[in-house]
């Protein structure tokens, strides 16, 4: 592996190694780029991930503490951990559990397919459908999808058969294994799942893909990765002609240090990307760097989720099997008659223990509490995961109250669920409730709001530079050498699971960018 | 904790021992025909104490049963959560006086009391730190042990022996199959 100069000027600095990091890594390597990629977590490996879950957890996790404030459950609920995220070589990818849906074509024309929806700051995306799709199709085949390309689809679980019999007797028609980026067949040097169940404690097999051991490794093999572990990036720098110049970072003993620069990709999750911003304040950009607009940090989506469990007279053991194989999709349409804008996915989902009840069931104790995880056996469960409001006053700021390990103000998450993200969300527990009744289901539990595990819009896409961070390429609108690369771009939520629009948009920013240094602009 | 490999590690003897040291113990015996009874070298465990005295363990204890009751689960599974809240309590001298301090405020007798009493008496310290603190802990000990495992069914990783392919993650019979234009073949068939 390559070690760069620290005044090198030559190399692409990204911060963050996950879905938008990685792959940007292994896509400008490929094209003669110099990278240095900066990853604030350790580097584990299928070998090293453990198998307990709370060892699982604590070895893969963002633990850094947040301050949070607004009405979401999750400020009584999680009050410590309102986003659940990776912090290893790797990001999210290695605890996601692989669902690659595609946004639809009315979610990336929301203002446009809904209306002016008051109390919400709906935008459409700067982006033609055809040219994403293109991109979903590259990004399909990069991560093995299945039910695409001739992928297989995935077998059937017990928790799928339950969630296929009663959705299709409430009338539903498209239910099926789900799209994942999981090998359902040995491919790409990879082996097949062997329907663990253990898809969040990071993937023994490596079945599910995730840049830990796909991309990053091929970018290292093309001897232009220089890959700095435990490196915490605490700031941007800038010139004086407003292009950004480098990075100052701790290293792994904590010592402070200054990597130069040419380009900047920030992939860090769309917390930390906007923690990254503001605290990259300077006489020239006084409310964080790229921020003229006021408008990083704000828009922060993270999806309308919940939980629906059934509970059964009869065994499911809805712990064996891939976490999110199956899906329905029938709700994922624009239809205003069911009282809000928007649509979401109904997705199989089981927790194991000890996460079923810190996530599944946060207030509980005493017997009501304890007679649910009495059934475990014969519980069925669902994830359901909507479309949710934009909103200005939604955002990430830099902590009052709290500092990291450095003195430097941790985000704070301001969340207040707009009137269309309850509805929805009492809509869809509603169907989630009636798919387990349909099939006998003695009773059904309802989560409330998740801890996030979709971060999206701090630094969203925009035509109009006052509306948005960055342009159609995620190239920040007043920083010309300065990119976003993950889930912090998208203009809106929309109800797909964000990895596959992070991975596309990457894979398209990557070319954008060989493209203009190729011809001098970059 | 330590479960103590001798019947001969009576209650009588543990307790001598904690009045030398000025701490508690927890003592129990597993039920005969528990799965692990078989597994471990005797059915005898105990808790040594570092900062809780014997009562106030049994206080805890109580407590810790009436925030997740499960009657049929050994109070082994239990005992780990009181372990574990001990060694918190030892960490300092603040933790150590909240954590006696909390304890205190269950008061005289609430172990004695019956369920309803104790559910009663916990739901005026919901909202405070004592009570959350001893909930949270329960949540992450209780329910991440091989015991508790055991007891409600979760069979945990499945790596080492090669996943649920072919052990079970399809073998639900009492609803119809999925046709495989929603789902896929089976990979090995």
């Given amino acids: ?522 | 904790m330590k479960i103590l490999a001798t019947q001969t590690d009576s209650p009588e003897s543990a307790d001598r021992r904690s009045f030398v040291r000025g701490v508690g113990v927890l003592t129990g015996v597993i039920a005969l025909g528990h799965p692990l009874a078989a597994l471990l070298p005797s059915r005898a465990w105990a808790v040594e104490l570092r900062v809780l005295s014997s009562a106030e363990a049994a206080a805890l204890l109580a407590m810790i049963r009436t925030i997740a009751p499960h009657d049929t689960l050994d109070d082994a599974a239990y005992a780990l959560v009181v372990n574990a809240i001990d060694g918190d309590a030892a960490a300092s001298t603040a933790a150590r006086n909240d954590f006696k301090a909390g304890i205190a405020s269950l008061g005289d007798g609430f172990a004695r009391m019956p369920e309803s009493a104790r559910v009663q008496h916990l739901k005026q310290l919901e909202a405070g730190a004592f009570f959350q603190s001893v909930r949270l802990k329960t949540l992450l000990v209780l329910y991440s042990n091989p015991i508790a495992w055991a007891h409600f069914g979760f069979e945990g990783e499945a790596f080492s022996k090669g996943g649920y392919l072919l052990r079970g993650f399809n073998d639900l019979k009492w609803l119809p199959d999925v046709p495989l234009a929603d789902s896929g073949p089976m990979p090995l068939g």
């Fill in chain 1, 1 to 522: 592996m390559p070690r760069y100069e620290l005044n090198d000027t030559d190399v692409v600095v990204i911060v963050g190694s996950g879905a938008g990091g990685g792959t940007m890594a292994n896509e400008l390597t490929r094209r003669g780029l110099k990278v240095v990629m900066f990853e604030a977590g350790k580097r584990q490996s299928p070998a090293t991930f453990s198998q307990n879950p709370g060892e699982a957890f604590a070895q893969l996790t963002w633990l850094e503490p947040r301050s949070q404030s607004g009405t979401w459950d999750p400020v009584k609920t999680s009050p410590t951990l309102p986003a659940w995220h990776c912090r290893t070589v790797g990001g999210t990818t290695v605890h996601w559990t692989a669902a690659t849906p595609r946004l639809q074509p009315y979610e990336i024309r929301a203002r446009t397919t809904y209306g002016e929806i008051p109390g919400a700051s709906l935008a459409d995306w700067p982006i033609d459908y055809a040219e994403l799709k293109r991109w979903y199709q590259v990004a399909e085949k990069r991560l093995g999808v299945t039910r695409r390309n001739g992928n297989p689809g995935m077998p059937a679980s017990n928790n799928f058969k339950v969630m296929h019999a009663g959705a299709r007797r409430l009338g539903y028609k498209r239910v099926h294994t789900n799209y994942l980026a999981i090998n359902s067949r040995p491919r790409d040097g990879r082996g097949l799942c062997i329907q663990q169940g253990f898809c969040v404690q990071g993937c023994k097999t490596a079945a599910k893909w995730s840049t830990l051991y796909t991309e990053i490794p091929r970018a290292e093999a093309s001897g232009r990765l220089d890959l700095r572990t435990e490196c915490f990036v605490t700031r941007i720098e800038h010139d004086d002609a407003g292009r950004a110049t480098g990075v100052v970072y701790r290293d792994a003993a904590g010592a402070e240090q200054r990597q130069r620069a040419r380009i900047v990709c920030v992939a860090g999750n769309a917390i930390e990307t906007a923690r990254l911003l503001l605290l990259s304040e300077s006489g020239r950009f006084a409310h964080g760097l790229a921020n003229g607009s006021g408008q990083v940090g704000r828009n922060y989506c993270h999806h309308v989720l919940s939980f629906v469990f059934g509970i059964f007279d009869q065994p499911v053991s809805f712990w064996r099997g891939a976490v999110l194989a199956g899906v329905v999709e029938d709700e994922n349409i624009h239809d205003p008659r069911r009282g809000f804008a928007g649509g979401y996915h109904l997705e199989l989902a089981m927790l194991d223990l000890p996460t079923l009840p810190l996530i599944g069931m946060p207030y509980g104790w005493g017997r009501d509490f304890a007679s649910v995880i009495d059934n475990y056996r014969n519980m069925a469960g669902m994830l359901v995961n909507g479309e949710d409001m934009p909103r200005s006053d939604n955002r990430i700021t830099l902590s009052t109250t709290l500092k990291d390990a450095y003195g430097l103000p941790v985000a704070h998450i301001h969340c207040d669920p707009h009137a269309n993200d309850v509805a929805m969300r009492a809509h869809a527990t509603g169907q989630g409730r009636k798919i387990y009744e349909a099939v006998g289901a003695k009773r059904t539990v309802v989560s409330p709001v998740t801890p996030a595990t979709h971060q999206m819009g701090t630094a969203r896409m925009s035509h109009d530079p006052q509306l948005g961070v960055t342009n159609a390429y995620g190239r920040a609108h007043e920083v010309p050498n300065l990119f976003v690369s993950d889930g912090s771009v998208q203009t809106t939520a929309g109800a797909a699971n964000p990895t596959l629009t992070i991975v596309a948009l990457a894979l398209r920013q990557a070319e954008h960018i060989g493209r203009e240094v190729a011809g001098g602009r970059l």
